[in-house]
């Protein structure tokens, strides 16, 4: 319950939405799919604005690639026959370890991007693919990748007047291979450790990885120790091998209700040598 | 604020308070098999569907619906005439304490309205989100294929 909300927009354009952002300020909350504001009870809240009808809602095949639109649900991003197939399926895969269907079917591509938890699924598939996410605000429009977009918060990152409005995947060229892989308690409990690879050239020899952790700290990171141990390397089960403890070795974290920081640091190692053997496995 | 939605098939003016949640409002203005459950997200006894999708009324606030269409338990069937989903559950004995039925049964028609000859597979990924702390989910899941079943011959 936010007890002073008063009044919610519906605005029908990105230039309605950045108008009402700019002379509400502070006091104004951006609803997506809703799924944490709901839960809020802050009183500085005095007014809503529902972002879901201004279009940005659809899955755009552009160029080799896609342009998803911040209203995306990520339960249409699950469902994709296209993003199944794209980079290991990778990020139909983490939209789908989101908590339930009902949670996937309201929770949206640019809510879920802005409003990262540690346990928040799909930011590590945008680390390993490098997405860059379309920002526009009053002052105009621009991108950020990945890497910057979750250097710090990406609350942070955008203006008060700014809305995430897409995100942009390139499929990489040449021959590539991507996997996801979440590890929780149950089918919908929150991720103990999530991890996205993508790797690019062939088994004899990885011309470049990325690798990325979530559910280990405040935002999703990548292991770069780990991705330079591939580079050129042929990818052999002692090459993985060397990757996972070393990206065990570059992970902070700590326990909390659900695991203790040990069993954390074991299962990263374990989990990122999985998810590499899996990519590796569909290289040729 | 003035909250205009179609519920069932009607359309709906509400007074409501834009911050309160969708559960709250549903069980004032009297749908009562929107169950209030964990009021968190987890348990899906509040489940209903929204523009014919399953979503959570618990996590949703009431301002969020302006506009939009709601089906709840109440708009499937009555005590005198069941949807053949809720016959289903009865001549399978899916129902013990009752209290996760209405959202089983809104998810389950999510899905049958999407896929009307659903494997098991299916039907336990539609159901991913209700809990049931009684039936150890087995005779839902049959009660979800016999429905399908006699709906879709």
């Known amino acids: 319950m936010l007890p002073n909300a008063k009044t919610c927009f519906y605005p029908r354009s990105p230039a309605e939405a950045f108008r009402i952002l700019k002379e509400s300020g502070p006091r104004l909350l951006i609803l997506a799919g809703g799924t944490t504001a709901a839960l809020s009870n802050d009183p500085k809240i005095e007014a809503l604005m529902d972002i879901t009808r201004l279009g940005h809602d659809t899955i755009e095949p552009i160029g080799t690639g896609f342009r998803l639109g911040c209203n995306v649900r990520l339960q249409d991003l699950a469902e994709s026959a296209a993003l199944q197939e794209f980079c290991g399926g990778m990020v139909a895969q983490a939209a789908g370890a989101v908590g339930s269907r009902p949670i996937r079917n309201a929770a949206t591509v640019g809510g879920n991007a802005v409003q990262v938890f540690r346990w928040s699924d799909p930011p590590v598939a945008w680390l390993a693919l490098n997405a860059r996410f379309e920002i526009e605000g009053p002052a105009g429009a621009r991108s950020l990748g990945a890497d910057e977009f979750y250097a710090r918060h990406p609350r942070q990152a955008l203006d008060a007047a700014e809305l995430v409005l897409g995100v942009r995947l390139e499929r990489p060229e040449g021959p590539h291979a991507g996997a996801f892989s979440k590890l929780a308690r149950t089918a919908f409990d929150l991720a103990i450790v999530d991890v996205a690879v993508l790797l690019l050239g062939s088994r004899e020899s990885c011309q470049g990885a990325r690798i990325a952790i979530g559910a280990t700290r405040t935002l999703p990171w990548r292991a770069a120790r780990a991705e330079e141990r591939l580079r050129g390397q042929p990818l052999t089960a002692e090459a993985l091998a060397d990757a996972a403890r070393l990206a065990r070795e570059d992970t902070q974290t700590a326990g909390d209700a659900r695991t203790s920081a040990e069993y954390r640091l074991q299962m990263v190692e374990v989990m990122v040598r999985r998810t590499l053997q899996q990519a590796a496995d569909r290289l040729r | ?153």
């Open chain 2, 1 to 153: 604020m003035q909250i205009h939605v179609e519920v069932n098939g009607k359309r709906l003016t509400w007074e409501a308070h834009p911050g309160e949640s969708l559960l709250s409002v549903l069980r004032r203005e009297g749908f009562l098999s929107v169950k209030r459950g964990c009021e968190e997200g987890d348990c899906g006894a509040c489940t209903i569907l929204l523009d014919g999708r399953s979503a959570r009324a618990c996590l949703l606030l009431s301002a969020q619906v302006e506009g939009r269409r709601i089906t709840t338990l109440e708009g499937l069937g009555n005590a005198d005439r069941l949807h053949p989903l809720q016959q289903a559950f009865v001549d399978s004995g899916a129902v013990q304490c009752g209290f996760c039925t209405p959202g089983m049964v809104l998810s389950a028609k999510a899905l049958l309205d999407r896929v009307p000859r659903p494997d098991e597979e299916q039907v336990r990924e539609a159901l991913d989100g209700n809990l049931c702390r009684c039936t150890g989910y087995k005779k839902i899941i049959e009660a979800v294929l016999l429905a399908a079943q006699r709906m879709n011959p």
